[in-house]
């Protein structure tokens, strides 16, 4: 029987916190569906690594997590200590490029329990998954700055988009929405303001979409497509976008299902040739660290993405709809959720029953 | 006494709709407050124009209108006849950028009797501008494609930020800030992923705040912005961002107070150098072209940021005032926010309330 072997990456913050009852969790779910899981733990990518060795990872990070079957990560950044293009920019954004985590994938579900801070909707209501390009597009580093510090001074950047990056992460996009029982895929673009990129973008949408004749696809310019995710959640079910896009539609997507404080994260390389990244869309949040009511249904949640990644979706599912459970329960949801439990409490509550 | 000059372009679709309402209105509180105004009406920056002539404007369009006091513009775009880039590029760009209209103001303001997607929002909770910059950042035209039609093809397109383009608009939305009760600016920022531009866009941002020490300032990454417009729209007074950043929050604010059917725009050269255009939010809306039922509000609240710009600020007022109490009223409201009147009849009785 296949053991599976994990790198456990807890981060900064609250990251450490809510990593203990992601693993307490999946190891429940693991030992109930016979999936056998191995951890290996790494206190790399943190502030306090950086504060030992002046660099966020050692210079051989790639072969020590870098033949895993996934990586279950925190969260890093502490912006008052150590600056976000250090921190961001040395672990998270270089596993994404290093390890070519083409696929950022968060769903937006609105869930038990939780209040959706948009008038009249009910769990069932909204869901549907963001599909997010995460290794081009805007995040590029080419661009630079010209005449400093006069009055001509100007800065360039370049958004880059590939052939084999847009059609990938479109042709993923597809394969998704053609798997789910409504098939219907949403493109964000820009065409009519960003008159390069974005064009190129819809062209290959155009393209994709004619191999995928059963789904039904359609397009909204990113500005009123934000405002249709407040509007009209309940129109979408698959909705791609490039990397800043994707960026920005699933936050919003989780706020408007009440909070991002729950939502989990996938950073995929889908052909399997890297380990994929789980980590919960929260950050390291400094400002609620160390006093254990941090909510770690992301974490946990995230876990459920990873099993269904490695392809035991059993497991992945029983951690959903214990979720689903926990969350129901006032006394057993953190205090975000205002719920009176800690985040052990919660975790603890997941777990049994998973 | 000074009369002002008006260059009127109702454009395509609902544009031809609304705008003989907004200038009813116009017309009713400039007699009131004793303002004179000279209408000069201009088909051009139409699909009708296109169709007879082969290009959106004529020739010397600059000397048509470059010298009236301002631009009071319907709605311009009509996807099915003629591609964006040719109509949109072709005048309401042409303007921004030929016209030096650095600004793109917007209010977010829920407005009684409009039902807001958000949960317990009520009238004053929810009132603060967007201000964007409206000329140069991602809506540049620079860049291209390499390889076309091989597996290597990629193309980019460079975001440009001048010293210029940024510090003027940052120094508008602080004196707007200074301006206001809280004296609050928000910056929309995501240095964290674009590590070029958006850097450049803070630093700045720090620099003019050292000229306005009695502003309140922060700065949100675009992704958990967009996330708090929804959680938490009370937090913001005034909201600056760039060309795409403004883009997508100046269509999120609106909907977040229940409609972007209602918002009006001003894009504005502040030293009066070239007139500036006053357009409602919305577009030409081919979907309901025709049938009288467009609602004119964001047209006739457009024509009292006219007035407000012209200086002439207590006609301004009166309209919005018109405007509040006219929502108020079921029967007075339009469809589409549940009301029974049409076009006309919507109208009318903003200029009779004003
Ligand atoms: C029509 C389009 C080019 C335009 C823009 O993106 O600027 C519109 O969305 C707006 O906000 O005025
Ligand atoms: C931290 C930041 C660089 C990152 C991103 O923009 O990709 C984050 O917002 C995310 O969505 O994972």
């Known amino acids: 029987k296949k053991q599976y072997r ?25 030992k109930k569906h016979g999936v056998s899981l191995h951890f290996d733990h790494f206190d790399f990518s943190s502030w306090d690594y950086y504060e030992k060795h002046g660099q966020m990872m050692p210079d051989d990070w790639k072969e020590k997590i870098g033949k895993h079957d996934a990586i279950y990560f925190g969260a890093v950044g502490w912006p008052a200590k150590i600056p976000d293009h250090v ?27 939780v209040p959706s801070p948009l008038a009249n909707r009910k769990p069932g209501d909204i869901d549907f998954w963001v599909v997010r390009e995460n290794t081009e597009g805007e995040y590029s580093s080419v661009g630079g700055r010209m005449f400093p510090d006069t009055d001509r001074e100007f800065v360039t950047q370049q958004t880059v ?14 394969e998704l929405a053609q798997s789910r029982p409504k098939k219907h895929l949403t493109s964000a673009t820009k065409s009519n303001g960003i008159s390069i990129t974005m064009p190129y973008w819809d062209e290959r ?6 191999k995928f004749p059963g789904v039904k696809w359609d397009k909204y310019h990113i500005d009123i497509l934000t405002a249709n995710f407040v509007l009209h959640p309940d129109w979408f079910d698959v909705v791609v976008g490039s990397n800043l896009f994707g960026d920005i539609l699933s936050d919003l997507g989780p706020a408007c299902t009440g909070t991002i404080g729950i939502a989990p994260s996938g950073n995929i390389n889908p052909e399997g040739d890297f380990p ?15 006093q254990g009511i ?13 099993f269904e990644h490695l392809g035991e979706k059993e497991a992945g599912k029983s951690i959903v709809d214990a979720i ?21 409490a919660c975790g603890k509550a997941v777990a049994e029953m998973v």
């Open 276 to 290: 994929s990244v789980f980590e919960p869309v929260h950050g390291s949040a400094p400002d609620i660290a160390g």
């Open 205 to 210: 949408v155009e393209a994709m979409a004619k």
């Open 87 to 113: 921190s961001l920019w040395g672990s998270l954004i270089k596993f994404r490029r290093e390890f070519d985590q083409y696929v950022n994938l968060r769903p937006v579900r609105l869930m038990p329990g």
């Open 294 to 306: 941090a909510n770690p249904i992301g974490m946990i949640w995230s876990g459920a993405m990873m």
């Open 161 to 174: 988009m590939t052939r084999t990056g847009v059609d990938r992460i479109l042709k993923f996009a597809f």
């Open 324 to 344: 689903e459970r926990t969350l129901a329960e006032r006394t057993l949801r953190t205090k975000d959720l205002g719920g009176n439990a800690d985040t052990t």
């Open 6 to 30: 994990i790198a456990v990456i807890p981060g900064d913050g609250i990251g450490k916190e809510v990593m203990p009852e992601g693993l307490r969790v999946l190891e429940t779910a693991a």
